[in-house]
């Protein structure tokens, strides 16, 4: 794909500009954006920290990859949709008694209307993952009864990929099709304990891999003029297989195919987690990736794909005449877009207060034993003890501060393992008044999280409330809660 001007493929860039512009006026916490018409890029804007060879975790858009896997078996003739999953794990089916279990198929589970309710198998860490869905107790109804969101199935469905074909997903989609459309080599999955690929949630690939896929699906499945992939199974991945519609009209609750979500009109989308978008647009011929960690900000899909919707695709139409204007002034914004921080900051007079204050806690969910806070004009440092041992990171006051998030044992190439790396993080403040800090922290590697920690001071400053909120996935859990510190020695 090559890079445009939006006027060249009809769309204008002041539309551009207004999108971008909204993104951060709704606090997004976006990473990049790149759209495309046709086989050109109108914008392609990375963030910083973030930059076009970012291998970036894509969350459950990893489960639309997993069936255009399962699209290639089917056409390599080592399956059928209809097949029940119990023909692949005849030995994982063997104490599950209910029969709805075993008998749900391949295209039951990837249309999300399974047997039977996810279990969470961060909570059981357990070491063979397949045989601990399979084992699930819950009540179970027929299968292809309604929609329900299910992980777990999706991850049995990916291990069923490898084992019937003998690779490991990347592996096997490489060979039918990265190669082909030009995703990168770097492109990679993390695993589970079991050894299987994590098929369920992560992907790490460039932006313009994740781009150059959706553009292989929205071609129904061809590249170059050739047909790769099925185009009987792309229409039937990316059509509105069941309902999941709960009344709201929202943009992802229109429908649901083969691991890929519909939206308005022919649309249709790869989703993942904390806004990890590939949205298609038949109909105009144009594609978003965007990518985020807008995870516990529930409103966040509604302003990345429905204002792509109202401000870029209703814009878009014939070629139309350059405007370098309002193009450059598109790139300019697009060049200074910054990674999101603690806004809406106050000048506080009473500051010094606080600088340098040693703060004992008393128990809390924490560890938090003690803690200090210190101030060098726009900077800060929160340093603490907690049940790993003295802790800081530095975090800006109106700004990020980037640097290596202090907590040790999260997990690295293999989910729920304890690993050995400190994660990056992005950390920034703002005095909310003159007896409130509110820090966040957003960290940023193979795994993508974010906590708020807000402060909040009596009028002497002796006395402190510091609560923690979370939002991750499987790590952070020292992070969250309330912990009441006294100033000491």
Same mark, same amino acid.
């Given at each position: 794909m090559r890079n445009v001007t939006p006027e060249s493929v009809g769309v204008h860039s002041a539309a551009v500009e207004e999108y971008l512009r909204v993104l951060d006026k709704n606090h997004l916490y976006t990473h990049n954006v790149l759209i495309a018409r046709g086989n050109e890029l109108l914008l392609e804007t990375y963030v910083k920290p973030f930059h076009k060879d970012f291998l970036h975790r894509e969350y459950s858009v990893t489960k639309?990859?997993?069936?255009?896997?399962? $699209?290639?078996?089917q056409q390599d003739g080592l399956l059928n949709l209809d097949d029940p999953i119990e023909k692949f794990f005849p030995k994982e089916c063997a104490r599950q008694k209910d029969e709805y279990m075993k008998k749900q198929t391949v295209r039951q589970m990837m249309m999300m209307s399974t047997?039977?309710?996810? /279990?969470?198998? %961060?909570?059981?860490?357990?070491?063979?993952? *397949? /045989?601990?869905?399979?084992d699930n107790p819950t009540p179970?109804?027929?299968?292809?009864?309604?929609?329900?969101y299910d992980s777990s199935g999706t991850f049995v469905v990916g291990s069923l990929i490898e084992r019937i074909t003998g690779k490991n997903i990347v592996d096997y989609l490489r060979e039918k099709m990265f190669d082909k459309i030009g995703v990168s080599k770097e492109a990679y999955m993390l695993f589970c304990p079991g050894g299987q690929s994590w098929s369920d949630s992560a992907f790490l690939m460039k932006a313009t891999d994740l781009m150059k896929s959706a553009r292989f699906v929205l071609s129904g499945g061809a590249w170059n003029g050739e047909q790769i992939l099925s185009r009987d199974f792309v229409k039937a991945a990316t059509s509105k297989l069941i309902g999941n519609d709960e009344g709201t009209g929202a943009v992802n609750e229109q429908g649901y195919g083969y691991y890929i979500w519909k939206t308005w009109g022919e649309g249709f989308f790869f989703n993942g987690m904390g806004c990890q978008f590939a949205v298609c647009v038949p109909e105009k011929d144009l594609i978003l990736v965007y990518n985020g960690d807008n995870q516990? @900000?529930?409103?966040?899909?509604? &302003?990345?794909? $429905?204002?792509?919707?109202?401000l870029v695709v209703s814009d878009a139409g014939e070629v139309l005449p350059e405007d370098e204007a309002a193009y450059q002034s598109l790139q300019n914004y697009a060049e200074k877009m910054e990674l999101t921080y603690a806004w809406d900051g106050k000048e506080n007079p009473l500051a010094d207060q606080v600088n #340098?204050?040693?703060? *004992?806690?008393?128990? @809390?969910?924490?560890?938090?034993? @003690? %803690? &200090?806070?210190?101030?060098? #004009?726009?900077? #800060?440092?929160?340093a603490y003890k907690n /049940? /790993? #041992?003295?802790?800081?990171f530095a975090f800006g006051l109106g700004h990020n501060e980037f640097g290596s998030f202090p907590q040790t044992g999260y997990s690295d190439t293999v989910g729920t393992r304890p690993g050995k790396h400190l994660y990056g993080c992005a950390a920034s403040g703002a005095w909310k008044s003159d007896h409130e800090l509110w820090l966040k922290v957003q960290l940023i590697d193979d795994y993508f999280g974010n906590f708020d920690a807000v402060f909040s001071f009596s009028d002497d400053f002796n006395v402190v409330k510091l609560k923690m909120e979370k939002t991750a996935e499987d790590f952070l859990n020292e992070y969250q809660g309330v912990a009441i510190g006294l100033a000491g020695k």
């Open positions: 639309s990859f997993v069936a255009l896997a399962v $699209g290639f078996a047997a039977k309710t996810a /279990q969470n198998w %961060f909570a059981a860490k357990p070491e063979d993952r *397949v /045989q601990f869905y399979f179970a109804r027929p299968a292809g009864s309604y929609f329900e516990g @900000n529930e409103a966040a899909i509604h &302003t990345v794909i $429905g204002k792509f919707f109202e #340098g204050k040693f703060f *004992v806690c008393k128990p @809390n969910p924490m560890g938090i034993s @003690n %803690f &200090t806070l210190r101030f060098d #004009g726009n900077k #800060g440092i929160f /049940q /790993q #041992g003295d802790k800081a």
